[in-house]
Each structure stands twice: as structure tokens, then as C-alpha cells.
């Protein structure tokens, strides 16, 4: 079954406890990206990559790292989580980017 | 001024009518959109996606653009409870560094009453 995948589906964790959430996708797309959805903001773009090892800001990347050393993984890592990324996250895939997005189940992260 | 604007409703409809869902952009070279429907507590799926103005059917679905003036729908007819959710208007392919960026408007909450 053609899928994105996302781990931890749910996550409380502390400020400044360094955290990853995993992503990844089965359907050999080049272009993958990680949103966050906030009540009223809708969903807004941390980062994205066209393929392996090339990555770009989205609108806002602040306090987020991704990296892209496999085609079908595409990792969001906090460094060292504040309150305010508390947020719902979602990672996407595309076979480009003007492609049609297809989005994994979601990660509810909450930072105390 | 926002990117992509979306009225953020909610709107209501009776069972059977027509709901009509709009969005405007401001990147005049974008040349992708899209609109998903979001279930509360689901990430977001593909409903239409258009690329040529003018209009494109899909069942009871129809979306409509005008890059002239920067505006995109989404009409849906004989309007169902089950379509109850938050539409969202998505864009790409716009210019300069926006290229490969996807920008997505707030949502537009829909109630179909029965």
C-alpha cells in the first residue's frame, strides 16, 4: 500500500529535550516536506527537499532541522524543543514539488 | 498581505445545495492548485487539483481559476453531511524562490446540515 508513515503519532515531551520524528514514504517520490498545523494558520511549511541530500526553508524553519540522505526517509529533528513548537506536524511527499501532496497521519507534539 | 486567503467560515448548507468555497493568491506566476479536504483529526486529502483556467468537473466537484485575477474555487454540488470539513486551498510553482514552495491557505470550515 502506497503510504507515508510517521513515528511517534504522539509525543509530550520538555523544552530542550532534543527529539526526532521519523518520515517516510514508499512511492519513490523525489519531493517530500514537513508542515505544522496551528488552529487558525493553517498548515504552513518548515522545510522541503527536491531529492536526496537538497533541502530548502520553507516559511518557517526556525528552531527545526530536516536532512535527506535517503530518498525514502526525510526526518524533522528538534535540537532543543520550546512551547512554542507545540503544534501538530505533518509530513508530506510529492513526485514534484507542484505535485499533489500526499500526507502521512499527523504527529501531535506537545513541548511543557 | 497573506499568500493564500481563504474565507475561514464557517460556512453553512443545507443538504442538496451548492457550497462554494473560495481562495486568492498573491504569486501572479504560480502555476499549481489544489484544494483537500481535512477531517477534523486527519491530515489532509486531495480533492481537485487545476492547472489551465477555466473550470474542471470531478463528480459533484468542480474547481475553478482565474490566474487574471488570482482567484481559485471550489463548488461543490448536491452538498452532503459527509462533506462537512475544512477545505483547503493550496498553491505552487510560483516565482523566484517560491518555485517549489507549497503555500496553503487557512481552511474554510464547511457544515452541510441535514
Known amino acids: 500500500e502506497a503510504q507515508v508513515t510517521q513515528n511517534p503519532r504522539y509525543l509530550i515531551t520538555v523544552t530542550g529535550k532534543k527529539l526526532t520524528v521519523t518520515c517516510s514514504q514508499n512511492?519513490?517520490?523525489?519531493?517530500m516536506s514537513w508542515y505544522r498545523q496551528d488552529p487558525g494558520l493553517g498548515l504552513r511549511q518548515i522545510y522541503y527537499?527536491?531529492?536526496?541530500?537538497?533541502?530548502d526553508k520553507g516559511d518557517v524553519p526556525e528552531g527545526y532541522k530536516v536532512s535527506r540522505k535517503e530518498k525514502r526517509n526525510f526526518p524533522l529533528i528538534l535540537e532543543s524543543p520550546s512551547p512554542n513548537q507545540t503544534s501538530l506536524y505533518f509530513c508530506?511527499?510529492?513526485?514534484?514539488?507542484?505535485?499533489?501532496?500526499?500526507f502521512g497521519p499527523g504527529t501531535r507534539l506537545t513541548v511543557l | 498581505q497573506k499568500e493564500v486567503e481563504q474565507n475561514s467560515g464557517p460556512l453553512s448548507v443545507p443538504e442538496g445545495a451548492i457550497a462554494s468555497l473560495n481562495c486568492t493568491y498573491s504569486?501572479?506566476?504560480?502555476?499549481?492548485f489544489f484544494w483537500y479536504r481535512q477531517y477534523s483529526g486527519k491530515s489532509p486529502e486531495l480533492i481537485m487539483f487545476?492547472?489551465?483556467?477555466g473550470d474542471k468537473e470531478d463528480g459533484r466537484f468542480t474547481a475553478q481559476l482565474n490566474k487574471a485575477s488570482q482567484y481559485v474555487s471550489l463548488l461543490i454540488r448536491d452538498s452532503q453531511p459527509s462533506d462537512s470539513a475544512t477545505y483547503l486551498c493550496?498553491?505552487?510553482?510560483?516565482?523566484?524562490?517560491?518555485?517549489?514552495?507549497?503555500?496553503f491557505g487557512p481552511g474554510t470550515s464547511l457544515s452541510v446540515i441535514p
Open positions: 508530506a511527499s510529492s513526485p514534484t514539488g507542484w505535485g499533489t501532496q500526499y
Open positions: 493550496a498553491v505552487a510553482g510560483g516565482l523566484g524562490t517560491s518555485y517549489d514552495k507549497v503555500i
Open positions: 487545476i492547472y489551465s483556467n
Open positions: 504569486d501572479r506566476g504560480s502555476q499549481s
Open positions: 527537499s527536491m531529492n536526496v541530500e537538497v533541502t
Open positions: 512511492m519513490n517520490h523525489e519531493y
